[in-house]
Structures are given as C-alpha cells and as structure tokens.
C-alpha cells in the first residue's frame, strides 16, 4: 500500500510540474516518434538488407560491394521518400566507410556516448529518442556488427581483391576491422515540425 502510494505520488508530482495536460501532450508526441523511428528504420533496413542479400548470392561480395557502394545510399533517398512530410532517414557512422555518413552536430556526441556505454559492456538500448526542440525529434537505432556476413567488408579483409576494390572507393575508409557485436554505428530518423 505505501509503495503505491508512492508511486501515485511521483506521477502526481510531475504531471504537476509540467501541467497534467502538457505532460499528456508530450508522452503522445514521445509515442508517435518512436512509432514512426521504428516503422522507418525497419523499412530502411529491410531495403537495404534483402538487396544486399540478393547481390551476395548472386555475385559474391564484389557484387555486394558494388551494390553498397552504388546503391545504398540510393535506395535510402528512396526510403526516404515514402516516409511522411517532415521525416528523413539516414544512417551514420563515427567510423565512416562514407564521409556522407558522418554524424552532424550533436549526432556526433550521441554516437560517443553509445560507444562509451558499449565499452563499459553495457547492454545498449533497442532505440533511444533526442528531443532536438520544441518540434523536433530523433530517432536513434544502434548498429550492431550482429552477422558474420559484415565482416566481410567491415572486418579484417581477407579477400585480397575485395580490399582492393574497397580502398580504391573509399580511400579515407575508416570502417574495417570492427569485431563481431561491436557497434557500427545508427540509424538516424529525423522527425521534424511535429505537431501531432
Ligand atoms: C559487400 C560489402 C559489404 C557488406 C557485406 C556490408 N557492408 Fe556495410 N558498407 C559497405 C559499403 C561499400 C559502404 C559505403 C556505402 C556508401 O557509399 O554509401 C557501407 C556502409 C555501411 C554503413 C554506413 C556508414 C558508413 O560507414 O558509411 C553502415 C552502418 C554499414 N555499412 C553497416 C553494415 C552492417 C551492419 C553489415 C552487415 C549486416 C554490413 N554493413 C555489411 C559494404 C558492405
């Protein structure tokens, strides 16, 4: 009885604190971010990932890496228009294969900080959400090096043509050598001029 009492009396406390009715307004807003940073990454994710694997077992990872490079960042523009007005993907990377793939402003340090709980072992979160201002909100999915197969181009390169190919491409590559679990880096939906 007195832990509920309790309870009821944190809630009450910060519905005060914020109003009862802009704190409702709020966790609505809260929901339907997260709502929306799922439904696009997942999209995202699921483009990316069945191109990939169709180019793999057609052609090996050359022709992935061809598709990667080509199209990846295509096919995010075209992710990126079916989502709703206001909404725009991309993923980022502190070690980034390419510099489009750098984290902008604050991104950067969100990144830094699910690296440093990464490294104190921390079992990172499914999704985190940033509150940029009044309107605009984004939506975090960590990236987790989770299949074998991405350390074909982001491990220790063993194919000798496969690196070549790559650093060719990529001259400033920053993203090889990564271990399995480590973490990659994000997926980043912006949810912008949120009024709903
Ligand atoms: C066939 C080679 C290949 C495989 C396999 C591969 N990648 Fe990549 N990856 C690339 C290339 C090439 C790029 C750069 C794409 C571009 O130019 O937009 C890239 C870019 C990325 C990026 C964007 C950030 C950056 O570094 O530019 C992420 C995140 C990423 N890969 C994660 C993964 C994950 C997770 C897997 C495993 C599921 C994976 N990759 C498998 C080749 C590969």
Redesign the pocket.
Known sequence: MNILKSIGFITLGSSLLLGAPQQAKQDKQFQNVIKIGKKSSLLLLKTLGSN?KKNMKAGG?MK??DF??QE??TLTEIVNKKLPKGVSIK?I?TK???P??QPQGSEKEVLASLEKLQSLHVILPKQIVQKVDAQTYKYYKP?V?N?Q??L???GDITNAALKRA?DERYPQDK?KHYKMGDL??AIVVTIDKFVK
Do not use: E, F, Q, W
């Open positions: 990939m990872p992935a890496l990667c490079s990846a960042y993923r990377s980034y294969r390419n489009v793939n990236l090096i299949k197969v991405c074909k181009c982001h790559i993203a990659r880096g």
